[in-house]
């Protein structure tokens, strides 16, 4: 009888060894993943919560709430910014109503932009142009969907005339 109690006990402490050693390699994994993470997924964000927002520091921003707007939805006037849009909607004035922009990209002065990334879920929607990227470089829309605008997503370059090439 005290030979099956100890069989007993040597499978429940085995049984427990193995359960504590796949929780051990499930921590090392989390511990990997954050390792390897992007840290701009961690960074504390400033909230944008009105349509119209002009982003004019550098830093981390996000979409606080769905917006419904009559202009531009969000403006970003300067570089390395990552605005995260949370899974929620930018809803525009409809795709024929002028020049306005669900998200745009574009110096308020004359130099160009760079690092600017928006990053989903989200969506753009009912706009003339859903994402404007003007004057910029190095810029990038990660898993955003575009639906129902004029133009999805716009890219233009500021016009350099050369005169040597003439």
């Known amino acids: 009888m005290n030979s099956k109690r100890t069989g007993s006990s040597f499978l429940r402490n085995h049984e427990n060894l193995n359960r504590t050693a796949g929780m051990s390699k499930k921590l090392a994994f989390c511990m990997v993943l954050l390792l390897i993470t992007p840290a701009h997924l961690f960074a504390r964000a400033d909230p944008v919560t009105t349509c119209g927002t002009l982003i004019t520091t550098s830093g981390t921003w996000a979409l606080a709430n769905n917006l419904t707007c009559t202009g531009d939805g969000i403006d970003i006037q300067v570089s390395n910014v990552t605005l995260k849009l949370n899974g929620f909607v930018i809803s525009g004035p409809g795709a024929s109503s002028?020049?306005?922009?669900?998200?745009?990209?574009?110096?308020?002065?004359?130099?160009?932009?760079?690092?600017?990334?928006i990053l989903g879920p989200g969506t753009v929607t009912n706009y003339p142009s859903g994402i404007n990227f003007t004057g910029t470089s190095g810029g990038s829309a990660v898993d955003v969907t575009l639906t129902a605008n004029t133009?999805?997503?716009?890219?233009?370059?500021p016009l350099v005339l050369r005169p040597?090439?003439?």
């Open 164 to 166: 040597d090439r003439w």
């Open 98 to 117: 002028g020049s306005a922009s669900g998200i745009l990209i574009a110096s308020a002065g004359n130099r160009s932009l760079s690092n600017v990334t």
């Open 151 to 157: 133009a999805s997503f716009l890219i233009m370059m």
